[in-house]
């Protein structure tokens, strides 16, 4: 079964870093591209980032350009997401989501559950 | 960027009737070479991530019951549940991949 299981969320101070991880397992890895997507508290969904399979091509929501970075080690089967200079209004659960296609280009066809980031003094 | 909005934002159906969720589009998202919509539904439950529903418009995902079907074209699309179940209680999104960025609707809360 194909399972996506993120961790690294916690509590951080504004102006802080955080680093999410994705394992991903039940499925070649390699052969997918990969997305961080958030929901605010209350909110709808936001796609935050997405890396190609051979992460020669990465995106960002404006909101998030220059201050965070997604990495992938298909090796490891593991998805990355580097978050600095962190706001108030990045608070959110992080989801892992795979996408249909290598390059980015689909829908995501498996989520992981999530895990909750909150940027609080 | 494409805007994609939902409506209505929320909305309450008996059990066994039906329920309709618009997503209008901001710029068309058919493709003319292979005339497919990029348009997906998802369904997110409370306390849970979302769930790939229907994909190209109209295409249920694998183990989707099929009081689901999504249709429309261009710009203006629907996700029809024709008998509600206490199950499909959620809130629905609308997602187009036509083009970066890939953009949700701002969701459509279905209750009882």
């Known amino acids: 079964d194909v399972q996506l299981l993120e961790s690294g969320g916690g509590l951080v101070l504004p102006g802080g870093s955080l680093r999410l991880s994705c394992a991903a397992s039940g499925f070649t890895f390699s052969n997918y591209g990969m997305s961080w997507v958030r929901q605010a508290p209350g909110k709808g969904l936001e796609l935050v980032s997405d890396i190609t399979i051979g992460s020669d091509e990465t995106h960002y929501a404006d909101s998030v350009k220059g201050r965070f970075t997604v990495s992938r080690d298909n090796f490891k089967k593991m998805l990355y997401l580097q978050m600095n200079i962190l706001r108030a209004e990045d608070t959110a659960i992080y989801y892992c989501?795979?996408?249909?296609?290598?390059?980015?280009?689909?829908?995501?066809?498996?989520w992981g559950q999530g895990t909750l980031v909150t940027v609080s003094s | 960027d494409i805007v994609m909005t939902q409506s209505p934002d929320s909305l309450a159906v008996s059990l066994g009737e039906r329920a309709t969720i618009n997503c209008k589009s901001s710029?068309?998202?058919?493709?003319?070479?292979?005339?497919?919509?990029?348009l997906a539904w998802y369904q997110q439950k409370p306390g849970q991530p979302p769930k790939l529903l229907v994909y190209?418009?109209?295409t249920r995902q694998s183990g989707v019951p099929d009081r689901f079907s999504g249709g429309g074209s261009g710009t203006d699309f629907a996700l029809t549940i024709s008998s509600l179940q206490a199950e499909d209680v959620a809130v629905y999104y609308c997602q187009q991949y036509y083009t970066t960025p890939r953009t949700f609707g701002q969701g459509t809360k279905v209750e009882i």
């Open positions: 710029q068309n998202i058919l493709y003319s070479s292979n005339n497919k919509n990029y």
């Open positions: 989501a795979r996408d249909v296609y290598s390059d980015n280009s689909g829908y995501f066809d498996f």
């Open positions: 190209w418009a109209s």
